[in-house]
């Protein structure tokens, strides 16, 4: 059984082009620092024109079953969701896991408990 991280943005007005560019280099920015090579799912943005009437941007990331390779990708993907919400304004946003909403925080942005905990990962790693 696999489970996945899914963001999803809603509004009337479809992306401005200042915001599709935006959109465009954040995704190539967290292609380029993502930490791991083919071996797991990135941020997947599904194309444009799926037909959800309001919905701007919608993705996937499917969790690695690797406990250690875990915390590292959810934090990369929800660092990049962040930026993407933050370069889309005025959007309704829901970002989840299967069975559990990933909370916003203005600051912080998107973020679990424990997802950059060292001692954490390094016990996860080990598993």
Known sequence: ???????SARREQPLTEAETASVERIVAAHMASFPYSGEEESLYLYPPDRGDAGEILAGSTKMPLDPGRLLPLIACVLDSVTELRRAV???EW???S???DVPWDETEGYALP???DPDLVAELNNL
Request: glycine fraction near 10%.
């Open 89 to 91: 304004a005025g959007a």
């Open 114 to 116: 424990g997802m950059r």
């Open 1 to 7: 059984m696999s489970v996945s991280l899914y963001y």
């Open 94 to 96: 829901r970002v989840h």
């Open 98 to 100: 299967d069975d559990l």
